[in-house]
């Protein structure tokens, strides 16, 4: 196989885009945007489609008034949808000689290291064969434990696993406002975030469609993780005309989520650690800890830990939070939930001189070389 060139660019649907008025899939839209791909192509990029709607298009071909609310009539319209779904994309892009291919994930498939990597040769491959891969994520084997929950945070994974020079978010937003616009009309479009700060995620709402699942705040989520990545994200309303074609020709259209300076220490393991495995609890951290994390690189000690929440063992991913419940860092933690709880602003010498919380003393609760900062 020929070495897949550099520049990829993921580019994530939501089913508020792809799905009409009507509650069917936007065939004439999936035209348009294959259009875009082919001249993405032409110009030298890679693209990988995260898409949604599988399960608005089930709900559709099986003739139901609405979205089902129980787990299997879900998983059933998912089954249904994703065979349609996919074969809307291999016939609109096959009438431009591109191949797509179906690529259906869960947590599950990126929870371990090894299944990182391993999904993440699999989209390098299907680049170098010069296919255009179609991701989702698996809805009809996935359960509340394993789900992405948001093909918002799917795509950010996609990203990072594949090193992506760009992502585009399209959704039925123009970008993100200092309010939200449908109940503010004095909000007004930011057309570049280079931080993402506190007030940033507190003005973001919750799910602002009836057929997705995702809103501005997981959107924020995926460009906090793209940002430390050095992997620009871009959020902008899908129907904007001609937007990819803008976008890589260097046109601002929505926001542009770019860090102001990029980590140089983030590895593909410290990646995985930020999105590859959902958090199984928080760590509440002092002021004194943050700002050793945040501005020294440090590794984080019990002595610094103020509460605890969840329940975790040892190797598990948790969110690292400030005084003011400000998810600043992700990290892996070497000790149990119910261990940190016991030791929480015990020193490391305190530690060792007790007997029980001895062992302890021995390492910090998450490593440096296993944390990441998100700022």
Known sequence: MKHARSKVIVVKIGSSTLVGEDGALDRGYLEALAEQVVSLRKAGWKPIIVSSAAIACGVQV????????DMPSLQAAASVGQGALASAYSEVFGAHDVVTSLVLLTRHDTASRHAYVHARETLRALLEYDVVPVVNENDTTSVEEIRFGD???????VACL??????????DIDGLYTANPREDAHARKLDR???ITPEIMASAGGVGSSVGSGGMVTKIRAA?????AGIPLVVCNGHEPHALERLVQGE??????EARRVPHEITNYKLWIALGDSAKGSIVVDDGARDALVGKGSSLLCVGVTNVTGTFDAGDIVNIEDARGHLFARGKVSASSDEILLARGYSQAQMAANRLLAPLAESPIVHRDELVVFE
Not at 162 to 171: H, L, T
Not at 224 to 228: D, P, T
Not at 252 to 257: A, I, K, L, P
């Open 62 to 69: 099986l003739g139901l008034d609405a979205r089902p609310s």
């Open 151 to 157: 093909n918002d945070t799917l795509a950010a994974l």
């Open 162 to 171: 594949i090193k992506a020079d760009m992502c585009v978010i399209f959704s």
């Open 193 to 195: 975030v280079d931080f």
């Open 224 to 228: 906090r993780v793209l940002m430390i």
């Open 252 to 257: 601002s259209v929505g926001t542009c989520f």
